[in-house]
């Protein structure tokens, strides 16, 4: 089996940030009673008729930039007709044939490796209903998600690897949420992924068989979820069993996919395009205007703050592709040149202490500009490292001016050459015999007398300065 290779498609969808739905103006935020988020358009009533929202077109079209696809000036919405009890109107509104975005790409990095993958084309559709199983033995259904605005986003077969399709994924979210294109919240369903497996000899330019695992909804599970699946398939072929084409779920109690129903295909939907709807048609101006504002993506971000701010690939990779920490983390430079030293902090206390809060980094009370006045009175010298780290828990909560605190607690390094010189002929007249074994040759008795300052000045020495200071009485 080792000369076999898997072959992996994936189909992205996100929720549109719209403040309504994709073709009434039902509000499309997550909340509300069941069935409170809901008009004649949404719950399918006969004869209601469909309105475009404007800014879902404007969304998916800076996505399709921002994945390097050609927007077309037109693109159509067909009905895509299956039965469902969450889908009042018996079809789905879905873009068929033209779709708004195609033929694009998006490039990847798996073990610093760059890859390339295909994106095949982006289509605006709206979301279904909810089932709610089980509530005194009935099933109920709750309209409030039916009609929100959705894109997927689907790959070409270009990932060989449930690692490719992880960082393909990342990739995609990172994107998407940088540019409030969805708010990629996973918990709730507003980003998730249907992964397309086969598996066929290495060489082989024909595609095997795939199954298609639905509604993975985080980056951990896309992972489990292919190599489960690609196991699977090689211990079918050892067998001498078929691989069908099939839809299936993923377990991620067991971590196992198991087969939901046969897959259908296009022709069992019986598309057609919806007579409600217009063609949706994009000028040059509008589609120039919707270009110019994609911003800087993740990936570019990352290599301007490796590059410019000197930050190792990890550091900068976690903050840029993050949208709260990476503006959390300019901010923070352009109130205090000192980008290493911004990192550091964020890393060994700000975002601990965000994480054990529960709150995102734009909620904190400590402001970037505070951040920043903390790394510069440490960089300053008017205080040590261990006192940042001590007194950061009560910054973060607080959110008072890091300088004022010091002040006020007096915590401020004793830097002043006079002050410390005192203090060190003192710890040398006090300790003569050590002082003597020094002169001798034992010089590891700096550290000792290191101490005695120390002790003298409640820990608030400079301890670079001492250290000189020493040698040089020492002497
Ligand atoms: P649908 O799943 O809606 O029928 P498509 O047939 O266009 O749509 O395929 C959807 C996804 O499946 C795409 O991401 C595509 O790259 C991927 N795909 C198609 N054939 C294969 C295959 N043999 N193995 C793995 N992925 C595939
Ligand atoms: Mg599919
Ligand atoms: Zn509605």
Not at 153 to 176: K, N
Not at 312 to 328: N, P, Q, T, V
Not at 444 to 452: I, R
Request: aromatic letters at 8%; a negative charge; glycine letters at 6%.
């Amino acid at each position: 089996m080792a000369n076999y290779e898997a072959v992996i498609g994936l189909e992205i969808h996100a929720q549109l940030s719209t403040e309504s739905k994709l073709f009434c103006t039902c509000p499309a935020g997550f909340g509300g009673g069941p069935n409170e988020h809901v008009c004649e358009v949404c719950s399918g009533m006969p004869g209601a008729l469909p309105r475009l929202n404007e800014k879902a077109v404007e969304l998916a079209a800076q996505a399709g930039y921002a994945l390097n696809c050609r927007v077309n000036d037109y693109s159509l919405f067909s009905r895509k007709n299956y039965f469902y009890p969450d889908l009042p109107g018996g079809y789905q509104t879905s873009q068929y044939d033209p779709p708004i975005c195609e033929r694009g790409h998006l490039d990847i990095e798996v073990d610093g490796q760059a890859k390339r993958i295909g994106i095949t084309r982006i289509h605006m559709e709206d979301d279904a209903g909810k089932c709610v199983h089980g509530q005194g033995g009935q099933s109920l259904v709750d309209l409030n998600r039916q009609g929100t605005a959705l894109i997927e986003i689907v790959s070409d077969p270009d990932m060989r690897s449930a690692a490719e399709a992880a960082a393909f994924m990342r990739e995609v979210h990172a994107i998407l949420t940088c540019m409030d294109v969805t708010d990629g919240n996973m918990e709730e369903g507003n980003f998730r992924c249907d992964a397309n497996v086969s598996i066929r000899p290495k060489g082989r330019a024909a595609f095997g068989t795939r199954a298609e695992i639905k509604n993975l909804n985080s980056f951990r599970n896309v992972q489990k979820a292919i190599e489960y699946e690609i196991s699977r398939q090689k211990a079918c072929i050892e067998d001498g069993d078929p691989i069908v084409q099939e839809t299936r779920l993923f377990d991620s109690a067991k971590q196992i996919t198991l087969s939901m129903r046969s897959k259908e295909d296009a022709h069992d939907y019986r598309y057609f395009p919806n007579p409600d709807l217009p063609p949706v048609i994009i000028d040059h101006a509008q589609k120039e205007a919707w270009f110019s504002r994609v911003p800087e993506l993740p990936s570019a971000r990352k290599r301007r703050f490796v590059d410019k701010f000197g930050l190792s690939e990890e550091d900068a990779a976690l903050f840029a592709y993050d949208k709260h920490i990476s503006s959390y983390f300019e901010e923070a430079v352009n109130a205090c040149n000192e980008p290493k030293r911004i990192a550091a902090l964020m890393n060994s206390e700000f975002l601990r202490e965000c994480s054990s809060s529960g709150i995102l980094p734009p909620q904190s009370k400590m402001t970037p500009a505070r951040l920043g006045e903390l790394a510069k009175i440490i960089d300053q010298g008017l205080i040590s490292l261990r006192t940042a780290h001590d007194i950061f828990p009560d910054l973060f909560s607080s959110g008072g001016s890091p300088e004022e605190y010091v002040r006020e607690k007096s915590l401020a390094q004793v830097s002043d050459a006079g002050e410390l010189e005192k203090a060190v002929l003192a710890a040398i007249e006090e300790n003569p015999a050590e002082a003597a074994a020094y002169k001798d040759g034992k010089t590891k008795l700096l550290s000792f007398f290191v101490g005695q300052v120390m002790r003298k000045t409640a820990g608030k020495a400079n301890p670079a300065l001492v250290n000189s200071l020493l040698q040089e009485k020492l002497k």
